[in-house]
């Protein structure tokens, strides 16, 4: 049977009926970019997934792939590749006993979380709940409670993969080592299609606490400082972020910085302590409004970070990582803090440092702090301004960056190449592979400069 008969009503080619919609449907950001797949592929099943990459093959196209299209750059649409939309692998298959699950690429954290609730099990997904684990896990996976664990790809223990030869393989670490090695971080620059990650999972804590204080903006150089002063000394179990908007406390004096803390801890003791270093801050006093460490029932009550991200809004994101000093970091972020363009336009300060040792694998680069900058709009007569606003105060921020985390917009607009994202090293390794593995170039690479955006 013909490649394209076996995808009958799964295979849209432009100007079919349903391509124009699909192709939309593929960016949940708002703002969608002209880029036009050559076709659209709503893989089932990883048999759907291999014919469309055989079928890709004997076309002459390049490969893409989508699984919850939350890249703000939109890295899975690409002009005239054959688009994979892998949102429908969405099965779970959980071993309580084993503590390991097999997913597919297309599950969302929130469904993840349903899932494991019950039996007492946690799985780092994303802080955004309706992101998948597809594009998370292959890009690394700074999720919930990451600075204790690890980034969720160290809990990646095999994936399956669709080649570019269209063969379907398993790789772990006693076979196939060299591309699980790759899957652990290469994100939109990985030769082949996940079609089910294999995770180990942890226990799920039996106790969430979570704390947060609200200060004016004119604090921002002491309270930077001062988190920048304990990063290193800050509990594992603590998953903070400081995030500069008017809109998360509703401020009608403009934005305010709220400092957002939950510990994942085995015991309230364990809680408490890990937060008393914030319930003491010496700042604590200067606060707008505090709200004492309380308990959170559950994983699916961590839904404030969703209320930042709504869908159907526009989105423009970039981010740095940095390892210099408070002194240098805080005046180069100032113009930033200033000049948020609307209400729900924000900036989000993370504390990378003491995670734990990276093992070998693909993803090998972090620095101390992390700085998100994001604008939110919804008139895309604004597209432009929104955009370059991001992009000119990530420019700014250059100086002090020592690399960044994959995402947004950095390399298809600030002309940023592979090296910002992985050490040396790995960058190095992961070409050699992508020569072994998909010598043709059969599957697209990450999103540069030269692409549209």
Request: net charge negative; proline share 6%; hydrophobic share 45%.
């Amino acid at each position: 049977m013909p490649l394209e008969r076996k995808l009958e009503r799964k295979l849209l080619w432009s100007g079919d009926e349903g391509y124009e919609q699909a192709r939309r449907h593929a960016v949940w950001n708002g703002r969608k970019p002209a880029r036009r797949p050559a076709g659209i592929v709503l893989a089932e099943d990883a048999d759907d997934v291999a014919v469309a990459v055989r079928l890709a093959k004997e076309r002459g196209l390049q490969v893409s792939v989508r699984a919850g299209g939350h890249s703000t750059s939109a890295a899975g649409l690409r002009e005239g590749a054959l688009l994979i939309d892998v949102s429908r692998l969405a099965s779970m298959d959980i071993d309580p006993l084993a503590r390991t699950a097999v997913v597919g690429p297309g599950v969302l954290g929130q469904d993840l979380d349903m899932a494991l609730d019950p039996l007492e099990l946690f799985f780092p997904h994303g802080h955004c709940s309706t992101v998948a684990v597809g594009g998370f896990l292959l890009g690394g996976g700074l999720g919930w409670n990451w600075r204790a664990y690890g980034p969720g790809c160290v809990l990646v223990r095999a994936v399956d993969v669709v080649t570019a030869d269209g063969e379907a393989v398993r790789a772990d670490e006693s076979q196939n080592s060299d591309l699980y090695w790759a899957a652990r971080g290469a994100g939109p620059g990985f030769f082949g299609v996940v079609t089910a990650f294999h995770l180990e999972l942890r226990p799920r804590p039996a106790v969430i606490k979570a704390t947060a204080h609200n200060y004016p903006l004119a604090m921002r150089g002491e309270l930077l400082g001062w988190l920048h002063g304990i990063r290193h000394e800050m509990s594992p179990i603590v998953d903070p972020s400081l995030c500069v908007t008017q809109h998360v406390a509703r401020s009608p004096d403009g934005p305010t910085m709220l400092l957002g803390l939950f510990a994942f801890a085995d015991s309230e003791r364990e809680a408490e302590e890990a937060l008393a270093p914030f319930t003491n801050a010496p700042l604590r006093e200067k606060a707008l409004w505090r709200i004492d460490p309380a308990a959170v029932g559950g994983m699916q009550d961590l839904t404030g970070v969703d209320d930042l991200y709504p869908a159907g809004l526009r989105y423009s994101h970039d981010n740095i990582m940095s390892n210099a000093s408070a002194s240098a970091l805080v005046p180069a972020l100032d113009a930033a803090l200033t000049s948020l363009p609307t209400p729900r336009s924000h900036v989000n300060w993370l504390n990378l440092a003491g995670s734990p040792e990276l093992p070998d694998m693909a993803f090998s680069l972090l620095g101390d702090t992390m700085v998100e900058l994001v604008t939110v709009w919804d008139d895309p007569s604004r597209d432009a301004d929104m955009h370059a606003w991001v992009i000119d105060h990530a420019r700014r921020l250059e100086p002090v960056t020592m690399g960044n985390q994959m995402s947004a917009d950095s390399m298809a607009s600030r002309g940023l190449g592979p090296d910002a994202y992985f050490a040396a090293d790995a960058l190095s390794r992961l070409e050699a592979l992508r020569d072994r593995w998909d010598p043709d170039r059969r599957f697209v690479s990450f999103l540069l400069g030269r692409d549209t955006v």
